[in-house]
């Protein structure tokens, strides 16, 4: 963290010492790096604040958990192929190593980011003059992967997946840097990079590691620029935005999810459908009723008009009846509707294919905390206990949370048996 900023060990203590009115002896840096000598909680806080994490980050987890490593999230490469080329190098140098739980790239980066992606136009595809000759067959042969990766991603959660995923990426990223094409299937290459970048990005954002989800996004977004697809383009801003909600970063969410669908360009319905969805819920967590309702009547419109004869990007399968009523749902609980929440997650459940267990995971939960709201403790925590068994078949850090934060909503006494029951049921979770 130092040789990132340029920080002598005297700079270090003399950020803490001002908030804190603590002597600025380099001394006690020196001790923090070289014997394991742990920072009392004022200091972690005052050195947090200086570089930028949030609090939360510092309680969740711990020292020296939560200082940031792996380098800056770098996004000033060159909207062309080169560009995308060196990104995608860069993110598969630090993504993997990356454990960071929290955002590098605010809010504010990430729109100006966005911005980028819809004013700059790709420039033509030109391959390497070295190299074997890549066809349309070989790139079919690991398109047809993707399928496979897209299952194990949803079945068995993120932690696992990243690794084959990231190992995927580099591959197709040696192909695009070594090998020789023509513009088709380059495109063809970069659009399935891209589509890899997202994959992995989604991963380890369920993962609860949210620098490398960045690092992986914004050079997939680079890749589907580079390649022409502006849906795809589209699906990452709009993952890239959902990130930005869980943060509490809900007018930059909104700001990403309306350049997505602004950025989508000729889409099918179902693909619009799940793009106005998107801003539909940072509308509601902006506390915006009429716009979030505008946006869900748009969006069920959309999937009224979806067809199973629709030319539907391959990454829009997860998107079904039963995923529009849990988002949906979603936008009525952040209104303060938990009747209408309560029911539109009782009518996803009911919809979703039990193979989709890391979704059944976070519905139920969130189902749970809406019987919370309306009273109905016992039957929550009943929900909770249903889910909990379908996390641990489905690694995700991101649904731990969502299950640890529905407990602390339950208003009921810690010795209270149901309650002890399911806080050991959460801890082997935890464990």
Known sequence: MRDERGWTYQDVVDIVAKPTRRSADRRKAWKWEHWGVEPDAESQVALAEAIGVPIREVHRLGWPGWLPDGGPVRTGFPWTKAGTLQ??????????????GFMKLGGQALTVLAGQWLTRDPEPVTAALTGGRIDSQLVADLEDGLPRLRRMEAAFGGPWARHLLDAELDTVTGILKGASYTDRVGRRLLRLSAELARLAGWSSFDAGLHTAAQRYWTSGLRAAHSAGDHALGANIIKSISLQCYDHGLFADALRLAAAAVEGAGAVTPRTLGMLLLRQARAAAACG?????????????????????????????????????????????????????????????????????????????????????????????????????????????????????AARAELPLATKDPKVQRLDQLLATLAA
């Not at 990104?87 to 960071?100: F, I, K, N, Y």
């Not at 990454?315 to 929440?341: K, M, N, S, V």
């Not at 890391?358 to 969130?366: E, K, N």
């Open 87 to 100: 990104s995608l190098d860069d993110t598969l140098e630090h993504a993997m190593p990356d454990r960071r």
């Open 288 to 404: 915006d009723r009429a716009e979030c309702d505008r946006l869900l009547a748009a969006a069920e419109t959309q999937m009224g008009r979806a067809s199973t004869g629709d030319d539907d990007p391959a990454w829009t399968g997860y998107f079904d009846t039963a995923e529009f009523y849990a988002q949906a749902a979603a936008c009525h609980a952040d209104l303060g509707r938990p009747r209408l929440a309560r029911d539109n997650y009782a009518t996803a459940l009911t919809l979703m294919p039990v193979a989709k267990r890391r979704d059944l995971a976070t519905y139920t939960i969130q189902h749970a905390r809406t019987h919370t709201a309306l009273g109905d403790a016992d039957h929550a925590v009943h929900l909770l206990e249903t889910a909990i068994p379908i996390i641990t078949a489905a690694p995700s850090q991101r649904n731990a949370d969502r299950a640890a």
